[in-house]
């Protein structure tokens, strides 16, 4: 499939991820320059983090909402309001995660002062405006064939695993057993990132991840970025095709994204399970590396599996003119 130009794509979401890209700067520009820190982690490490998310997140919607514009011209309007939406969301949790680092608190879980609070829960909201008007172009993407069938199924499954993974941001917000046995009324910190550990403790380089507890924000971010490795899998398959007699079946392409699909859900499941009973990533225990294994070798067989029965290649010169897609298949085979 050929890429839209940049310029045909949603521009509010295009111009954002611009900016994001100037905020990742700044924030690395902060890592540099400001030796503050804070829960055990460089104060800047939050907003760069958040920035780059941004970067991959918006230019994933914006390529999606200009190809659901192509397929299906009248669910556009609706598509491009929601990825505006998203848009104004998103700028605001960056300058209340970013405000917080100016101040040296926490932005996440702070209910120390009334100022701190209305932070946090105006970023609750935005989170949830997020979500949101990812949904609403999640609804709007099922509602269309936007390119092949791999490429329409990867923006699919990864639309549904991207949402599920922000929802399991949710469980964050949840008061943690500590917080919960000290019987405060109004804790100055309610949530966490970490399960069975403090949040703030020893953790892997730049992410933060704990490494001696779970930490719910491996799933999260694992699922959140399901939008773009999905449909980039589509691509690759589509660019490989004509090189490689299997791929050029597009629906051998599609049984491979299916399988993808798959295997990626059962990870973010993986993930989740062992973050929820308190175990690091780096740490798994025997039941962990089990499952880990299980999906390999299931994904692997999948794999195989699809690869075969895939069509010949139409020859040179037979069928339509010029190379071009016929009935799911692409142009001219080259081993």
Same mark, same amino acid.
């Not at 295009?14 to 690395?28: D, Q």
């Not at 700028?91 to 879980?109: C, D, N, P, W, Y």
């Not at 590396?289 to 999906?295: D, E, F, V, Y």
């Not at 794999?303 to 139409?314: D, E, F």
């Given at each position: 499939?050929?890429?839209?130009?940049?310029?045909?794509?949603?521009?509010?979401?295009?111009?954002?991820?611009?900016?994001?890209?100037?905020?990742?700067?700044?924030?690395?520009?902060?890592?540099?320059?400001?030796?503050?820190?804070?829960?055990?982690?460089?104060?800047?490490?939050?907003?760069?983090?958040?920035?780059?998310?941004?970067?991959?997140?918006? @230019?994933?919607?914006? !390529?999606?909402?200009?190809?659901?514009?192509?397929?299906?011209?009248? @669910?556009?309007?609706?598509?491009?309001? =929601?990825?505006?939406? &998203?848009?104004?969301?998103?700028?605001?949790?960056?300058?209340?995660?970013?405000?917080?680092?100016?101040?040296?608190?926490?932005?996440?879980?702070?209910?120390?002062?009334? &100022?701190?609070?209305?932070?946090? +829960? $105006?970023?609750? &909201?935005?989170?949830?405006? @997020?979500?949101?008007?990812?949904?609403?172009?999640?609804?709007?993407?099922?509602?269309?064939? @936007?390119?092949?069938?791999?490429?329409? !199924?990867?923006?699919?499954?990864?639309?549904?695993?991207?949402?599920?993974?922000?929802?399991?941001?949710?469980?964050?917000?949840?008061?943690?057993?500590? +917080?919960?046995?000290?019987?405060?009324?109004?804790? /100055?910190?309610?949530?966490?990132?970490?399960?069975?550990?403090?949040?703030?403790?020893?953790?892997?380089?730049?992410?933060?991840?704990?490494?001696?507890? $779970?930490?719910?924000?491996? /799933?999260?971010?694992? $699922?959140?970025?399901?939008?773009?490795?999905?449909?980039?899998? =589509?691509?690759? %398959?589509?660019?490989?095709?004509?090189?490689?007699?299997?791929?050029?079946?597009?629906?051998?392409? %599609?049984?491979?994204?299916?399988? =993808?699909?798959?295997?990626?859900?059962?990870?973010?499941?993986?993930?989740? !399970?062992?973050? %929820?009973?308190?175990?690091?990533?780096?740490?798994?225990?025997?039941?962990?590396?089990?499952?880990?294994?299980?999906?390999?070798?299931?994904?692997?067989?999948?794999?195989?599996?699809?690869?075969?029965?895939?069509?010949?290649?139409?020859?040179?010169?037979?069928?339509?003119?010029?190379?071009?897609?016929?009935?799911?298949?692409?142009? /001219?085979?080259?081993?």
């Amino acid at each position: 499939m050929n890429w839209a130009s940049l310029r045909t794509w949603h521009r509010p979401l295009v111009v954002f991820a611009a900016v994001t890209v100037v905020w990742a700067a700044g924030s690395a520009a902060g890592l540099l320059l400001d030796d503050r820190v804070l829960m055990g982690a460089p104060i800047w490490a939050k907003p760069l983090k958040f920035a780059l998310s941004f970067v991959g997140y918006t @230019l994933g919607l914006a !390529w999606m909402i200009t190809l659901l514009g192509r397929a299906r011209p009248r @669910l556009h309007r609706p598509a491009w309001w =929601a990825g505006t939406g &998203f848009v104004a969301a998103g700028a605001v949790e960056m300058v209340l995660i970013t405000g917080q680092v100016v101040r040296g608190e926490r932005s996440h879980f702070n209910n120390a002062t009334p &100022f701190d609070s209305a932070v946090y +829960q $105006g970023m609750a &909201f935005m989170a949830v405006a @997020l979500w949101t008007t990812t949904l609403v172009i999640a609804v709007l993407l099922f509602r269309a064939r @936007l390119a092949d069938r791999a490429t329409t !199924w990867s923006i699919r499954i990864a639309a549904v695993l991207t949402l599920t993974g922000a929802g399991l941001g949710f469980l964050m917000t949840r008061p943690t057993a500590e +917080q919960r046995a000290a019987g405060l009324d109004d804790p /100055p910190i309610t949530g966490g990132h970490s399960v069975g550990v403090p949040d703030g403790g020893p953790g892997l380089p730049l992410t933060g991840w704990s490494t001696t507890g $779970g930490d719910l924000r491996i /799933p999260h971010f694992v $699922g959140m970025h399901a939008l773009q490795l999905l449909p980039l899998l =589509a691509l690759a %398959l589509a660019a490989l095709a004509p090189r490689f007699v299997r791929l050029y079946d597009e629906r051998v392409r %599609l049984r491979l994204v299916l399988v =993808a699909g798959a295997a990626y859900a059962s990870v973010l499941a993986l993930l989740t !399970w062992q973050a %929820l009973r308190g175990l690091p990533l780096v740490h798994p225990d025997g039941a962990t590396l089990g499952a880990g294994a299980a999906i390999v070798l299931a994904g692997a067989l999948g794999a195989v599996l699809s690869l075969r029965g895939g069509t010949a290649p139409v020859e040179e010169g037979h069928g339509d003119a010029g190379g071009e897609v016929v009935a799911g298949h692409l142009g /001219p085979h080259r081993q």
